[in-house]
């Protein structure tokens, strides 16, 4: 599956909800999101539509690296 082209920010963040994640503050654009699920994560999504293609690919690794998944599966579990 290929990365979305045309997601924003606040589409991105609501979708992590389903990964647990949470709001926890928002500076200017930018939103800060924590989890507890398999440790404590934090990632920062700009709230830019759409998101840069080069910056949704940053925030997905880190989210992969964190969760033990693959790009595949995280794509599938945020967007299907």
Do not use: C
């Not at 830019?48 to 033990?68: C, R």
Request: hydrophobic share 35%; charged share 20%.
């Amino acid at each position: 599956m290929k990365l979305p082209r045309d997601i924003a920010g606040n589409d991105l963040a609501k979708a992590l909800r389903g990964l647990g994640y949470q709001v926890t503050r928002q500076t200017g654009s930018h939103i800060r999101l924590s989890t507890s699920e398999n440790g404590e994560h934090h990632i920062t999504v700009p709230a830019h539509n759409p998101l840069k293609i080069g910056t949704l690919a940053s925030i997905l690794s880190d989210i992969e690296s964190h969760h033990k998944m693959t790009r595949e599966q995280l794509l599938d579990r945020l967007f299907s």
